[in-house]
């Protein structure tokens, strides 16, 4: 029964956001109606926030993988794939179809266009965290105080784009299927580029030549290189000529389902190892592909001076976290256990930018400056962890990527609400935030990076880097704690803060802001004391991806359903067998 | 059932003052009434905790009863050694509960001053001071490093805020960013850093972060023969958590890299940046306590290295002979205290890396003299005006003098002047990697024991003298014969802690695992400790005579001081050092990184758009002369055209 319950509520968390998108522009085409407006944008917040709320209440690994170990091909996940089974091709709905000759079909078949807008979501523990994340975040980020239209354009077209990057983003980090998740990045990256040019910053004409064309043009081209690089190396395997990389093999899991690529039997392991070095820089060139690279922080700074607040929000708290998610879910599964000397490397590349970002954010004279930094530098913390093989540093890096966004979320909003004098967050709040990004005992911060540290001391990891990343990370709080003395930024005048002119939207409620305040505070000290709680949730969904010296259990009987019976009847000479570490 | 009662009473214990702290500073209108709860609670408080050694004495006679509290597992995994925090009561603990309730109740005569105060920024820094009390009490009854971990990153949290909250009296509150008093948190931070380093080592080599396991002896040979410098490195981190959260060694002072002379961390904190009362809190309840049993739980680890000892040793001692040098020369008071403390810390540390057990309880009773002296001094200098405050201190001397013969007594007691204690250095030597190198510096530590106490009776002395001076001469004819009964209170529960102590010493020391273990099966004649506490009020009756001595015979001790001063003012010490390796370094690293974000990487930008822009110059430059609109759509364009290839390729 929860199964189902947990699909129904997955489709309403995503589905939420458009149907607010539709209230509002019904709402707007009346008039401006600010009041209604408002209303209908915080309802439509908490309701994605209630509903992703109800999920992970609701959220239950299948009961045999915590039973019986790890099973090399389980996916446990919850899983939609039924939602547009309606386009879909028939022979889902046949369950006595044998997989090998579905596979067949879909390779054979003229209609084969029709499966790939099959649109699977779903969700397992991994993209919970980014699930919960977004729906949090999108709460200020809606509520936040939107910059004067100079255009004519109504506070609408700024709500309905910020619902749209919601919608999005709940698309991309639910996604099970290639088309879809691309699909989603373009309508975030779309929204966004229309939001920054209908309600950007002070130089209209500087954002549209520099962040549009430029940053966006690099990031669609980062994204569609990553696909690339995925793609050609598909078909490396198929050149390869190993039998266990024939095209009927692995083309159906390429075009289905990324997620699913997690689950690859490791037949060829030998090919891997081979070919560890170029899968090591293709790892990094993926994941950096969506993030910054280090001379483009100068750009992503501005890129951030020169949108409105939500969008600020949007991307700095989510967005700036693509990268990783897209290495987590997509990138490490599909290359599997990685070389000691990947890892060495990698991990030196990933602990070296966050040393590299503290220093230059111990420099910053603006809050925005510092904030930026900051996020760079855990971000660079977060791919060292995430890669470097180890399962105590792969959750305490996911734990961590939830910990910068919500707790820079609510310093952030906290930070906006100062120049009004309206300081409606309490400061507690604002101080478990800054725990929390310093690692107070008893916030989730404390948690992820003990996590982290063990993680990566146990890694095969340079030892004298770890050392100076602790250090870093000790001292790190300070420097979070002198960023939120700093002047929000040192360019922009404060009316591009805070909406002061008549025509903003009608100021957020005390309320409202209050008990996102609570909710986060509140959230950052429950998993802090009780981290079981999400790492249970953690737990199934990541044991593939740690691989490095991990022996895994011999997968049990796992229950057959019509996806896992396809994959077993796929290469069902493979036998699936522990890993040596 | 006994254990029952112990339990709840070490929760009561441990709670209240918290809870107190929260219901002052919340409650707005405080009315006399309040505050008199208040001080009834504190009291039943310190009889609970009194209670609860004689309680446990009375009830349990077989010294091997700790009272195991059970444990909060975080998360018990296969992956995670032990993300377990556990408590373990024993009798060492109980008894510093006791000597903690009783000091804090004493000390509520100078508390409530800043409970009843009207200001907002106090009542919020006693309820931060509350919470201190009750981690530091946490702190103290954890059995692993995990929980050690979680309190002091707390204790040095909350230590800072104390720093820096409002607690001064003077409306222009002299902390800055970037004066000295960022330096409390940077040091503080830097014994996180070695918590942190401790627990991952102790993960790694122990496979466990449990005191119980890292001082078990079995444990410690097999992992030593596994790898021989496991040992040596955990056992140099924790002694730099210790040294580091003791927080007063001058040796972690150059860590603020904005170090100057007149900046010193320190001297500063002591001269401006803080409060009596705040000074009082943190040294009687942080430094002392902290230090004690970091020394008492940690050390088993590190007294199995020979190298770790000799160099904590050596640190320990020169430690004590910089700090007292410059206590010596200072002119301030709060300077001389936080330096004399400094060079107890350092006698300490000297004095327990020798191994010699009866030097460690010198150690102890010298820490609780100190904490006691400490807390005196400022309870008789709180009800004086601030333009008084440097009044004369007059039951510094009876501390100090207990502490004298008490150290005497444990100094040259050990390693280097009795055969016995040779011999059992020579067994130790064997046993655990002691080399000849040791017995030689441990044969010198006596005499700087000797060296260092003079000084600091020198100090306080020449301080006397120069607030005697100061003092209006009536008010201080009158004051003198007035001893506070605080301070007979402190002193007299002090030595009764003493007695009971060396009474039952092996059933206090139950559980502390050390490796010279079988000396306290030595003889030990409690009529010594008899004689030693009445030599001390023999002594200190000596002393406070002294200062009834014409002052300007006093004044000319102040000559000989003159050189040391300028050596210390003008000649090379550890902050210049600490500059020039690592200050100008790091200064020079962020410059780096400053100069590649302003200039390296936006010219490395510039080249390469110039050389993309060859490429895509039709396209782009349709895009950066059109409308936003027009960009818009030409980015929702690129997305369709590259889900269209996608599809493509999928076909």
């Known amino acids: 029964m929860w199964e189902g319950l947990n699909q129904y509520l997955l489709l309403l968390a995503i589905t939420s956001p458009l149907v607010g998108m539709v209230a509002i522009a019904l709402i707007s085409r009346g008039g401006s109606n600010a009041m209604a407006l408002r209303e209908a944008v915080v309802i439509h917040a908490i309701l994605t926030a209630g509903f992703v709320g109800l999920l992970v209440i609701q959220y239950r690994v299948p009961t045999s993988l915590l039973q019986s170990g790890v099973a090399i091909r389980e996916i446990p996940a919850v899983q939609m794939q039924g939602a547009f089974r309606w386009i879909g091709d028939p022979v889902r709905h046949e369950p006595k179809h044998s997989a090998k000759q579905h596979a067949e079909d879909e390779l054979s078949s003229p209609m084969s266009l029709l499966p790939i807008v099959r649109m699977a979501w779903g969700i397992d523990g991994v993209s919970l965290c980014f699930v919960v994340m977004t729906a949090l975040v999108m709460i200020p980020s809606l509520l936040s105080p939107v910059t004067p239209a100079k255009y004519g354009e109504s506070h609408a077209v700024s709500s309905v784009c910020l619902l749209g990057c919601s919608f999005s983003l709940l698309g991309i980090f639910s996604a099970q299927d290639v088309v879809w998740l691309i699909a989603c990045v373009g309508m975030l990256i779309g929204f966004s580029a229309f939001l920054l040019a209908t309600h950007g910053g002070v130089d209209r004409r500087n954002v549209m030549t520099r962040c549009v064309a430029r940053w966006g043009m690099g990031t669609l081209a980062g994204g569609l290189a990553l696909i690339g690089i995925v793609y050609a190396f598909s078909w490396m395997q198929v050149w390869s000529g190993e039998s266990a990389f024939l095209p009927e093999f692995v083309w159906p899991r390429v075009r289905h389902d990324l997620v699913s690529l997690r689950y690859i039997d490791p037949v060829a392991e030998q090919v891997w190892r081979q070919t560890a070095p170029a899968i090591g820089l293709t790892c990094l060139v993926g994941a950096w592909a969506w993030l910054p690279m280090f001379p483009l922080h100068r750009r992503w700074i501005s890129f951030w001076r020169q949108s409105s607040s939500g969008l600020r929000f949007v991307w700095m708290c989510v967005g700036s976290q693509l990268g990783l998610f897209i290495l987590v879910q997509y990138v490490l599964p599909v290359f599997g256990p990685l070389e000691e000397t990947t890892i060495w490397w990698s991990g030196l590349l990933g602990l070296i930018g966050f040393l590299y970002a503290q220093a230059v954010m111990a420099r910053q004279q603006s809050f925005l400056g510092a904030i930026s930094y900051g996020l760079i530098a855990q971000q660079g913390l977060c791919f060292a962890a995430l890669i470097c093989g180890e399962r105590a540093a792969l959750w305490g890096g996911l734990l961590q990527i939830v910990n910068v966004s919500l707790s820079v979320s609510l310093l952030v909003w906290q930070k906006l609400q100062e120049p009004t004098a309206n300081n409606t967050v309490p400061s507690w709040c604002g101080r478990v935030a800054l725990g929390s990004l310093s690692g107070m005992p008893g916030t989730l911060g404390f948690v992820s990076q003990l996590l982290i540290l063990w993680g990566l001391f146990g890694a095969p990891v340079a030892g004298e880097i770890v050392l100076l990343t602790l250090v870093g990370l000790v001292f790190g709080g300070r420097l979070w704690q002198r960023a939120t003395r700093l002047p929000y930024d040192e360019v922009l005048p404060s009316s591009e803060i805070t909406a002061t002119s008549k025509d903003s939207m009608p100021s957020i409620g005390i309320g409202a802001a209050y008990a996102y305040a609570l909710v986060v505070a509140g959230g950052l000290i429950l998993v802090g004391v009780q981290p079981a709680l999400m790492l249970n949730r953690l737990r199934p969904s990541t044991e593939q991806l740690a691989l490095a010296g991990m022996p895994v259990s011999t997968p049990a009987v796992t229950e057959s359903n019509g996806w896992n019976e396809q994959d077993e009847q796929l290469d069902g000479n493979s036998v699936p067998r522990d890993r040596e570490p | ?651």
């Not at chain 2, 000597?99 to 931060?128: D, H, I, N």
């Open chain 2, 1 to 651: 059932m006994e254990r029952l009662v112990i339990l709840s009473a070490v929760c009561v214990v441990i709670a209240l003052p918290a809870m107190m702290a929260a219901a002052c500073a919340f409650a707005t209108p405080r009315t006399s009434r309040m505050l008199r709860v208040v001080y009834t609670l504190w009291g039943i408080r310190a009889l609970l905790g009194v209670g609860l050694v004689v309680f446990w004495l009375l009830t349990e006679s077989a010294p091997t009863s700790d009272v195991a509290v059970p444990s909060l597992a975080l998360w018990a995994d296969d992956v995670l050694p032990d993300l377990v925090l556990s408590f373990r009561l024993d009798r060492l603990t109980a008894l510093f509960l006791a000597w903690e309730t009783l000091l804090s109740a004493c000390a509520m005569r100078r508390f409530k001053v800043g409970m009843s105060s009207p200001a907002e920024s106090q009542r919020s820094a006693w309820m931060y001071g509350g919470m201190l009390i009750s981690i530091v009490d946490l702190f103290v009854l954890s059995a692993n490093l995990l929980l050690t971990l979680v309190c002091g990153i707390l204790i040095s949290r909350l230590c800072d805020h104390l720093c820096r909250s409002g607690v001064h009296d003077d409306p222009e509150w002299p902390y800055q960013e970037d004066t000295g008093g960022q330096a409390i948190g940077d040091t503080l931070r830097w014994g996180e850093l070695a918590m942190w380093v401790s627990l991952l080592l102790s993960w790694q080599f122990y496979g466990s972060s449990e005191y119980d396991v890292l001082n078990d002896p079995l444990v410690q040979q097999k992992i030593a023969a596994d790898n021989p410098a496991a040992i040596p490195v955990l056992g140099l981190c924790l002694a730099g958590v210790t040294l580091v959260f003791a927080r007063q060694f001058p040796f972690v002072l150059p860590f603020s890299v904005r170090l100057n002379a007149d900046r010193e961390p320190t001297s500063f904190i002591a001269r401006e940046l803080m409060d009596l009362s705040v000074d009082c809190l943190l040294r009687t309840f942080l430094v002392w306590p902290l230090g004690f049993w970091l020394l008492f739980r940690l050390a088993p680890v590190w007294q199995q290295s020979g190298v770790v000892c000799q160099l904590l040793g050596l640190a320990g001692a020169l430690t004590a002979v910089l700090a007292v040098a410059i206590a010596a020369v200072g002119t301030d008071r709060r300077a001389i205290f936080s330096y004399s403390s400094t060079a107890y810390l350092g006698l300490i540390a000297m004095l327990f890396s020798s191994g010699s057990t009866r030097a460690m309880f010198a150690g102890l009773m010298l820490i609780g003299f100190d904490a006691g002296a400490r807390l005196i001094s400022e309870l008789v200098a709180s009800p004086t005006p601030p333009e008084k405050r440097h009044a004369p201190d007059r039951t510094i001397p009876l501390f100090l003098t207990s502490a004298f013969f008490v150290m005497l007594w444990g100094g040259f007691y050990g390693p280097g002047f009795l055969r016995s204690e040779m011999a059992t250095q020579a067994k130790v030597a064997t046993a655990t990697g002691f080399t000849d190198m040791s017995a030689t510096i441990f044969r010198v530590f006596p005499w700087i024991t000797l060296v260092v106490l003079s000084g600091l009776c020198w100090s306080f002395l020449r301080l006397k003298a120069r607030n005697v001076q100061q003092t209006d001469r009536d008010d201080d004819d009158q004051a003198t014969f007035v001893l506070s009964g605080y301070s007979w209170m402190v002193l007299a529960s002090m030595l009764t802690f003493a007695g009971i102590f060396c009474t039952w010493r092996l059933t206090f020391l139950h559980g502390v695992l050390y490796p010279l273990q079988q000396e306290f099966n030595d003889s030990f004649d409690v009529s010594v400790f008899i004689i030693t506490l009445s030599s001390a009020a023999m002594a200190a009756v000596a002393v406070w005579l002294l200062y009834r001595l014409n002052p300007e015979w006093r004044m000319a001790l102040k000559k000989p001081a003159e050189p040391v001063l300028s050596i210390l003012r003008n000649g090379a010490y550890l902050p210049d050092v600490w500059k020039v390796l690592v200050a100008q370094p790091v200064n020079v690293f962020q410059d780096l990184c400053e100069f590649c974000e302003e200039r390296a990487w936006p010219t490395v930008g510039r080249i390469v758009r110039r050389v993309c822009s060859l490429g895509n110059e039709s396209f782009l430059g349709g895009l950066e002369h059109g409308n936003m609109r027009v960009n818009a759509a030409t980015v929702l364009l690129t997305t369709a055209v590259m889900l269209g290839l996608l599809m493509y390729l999928e076909w």
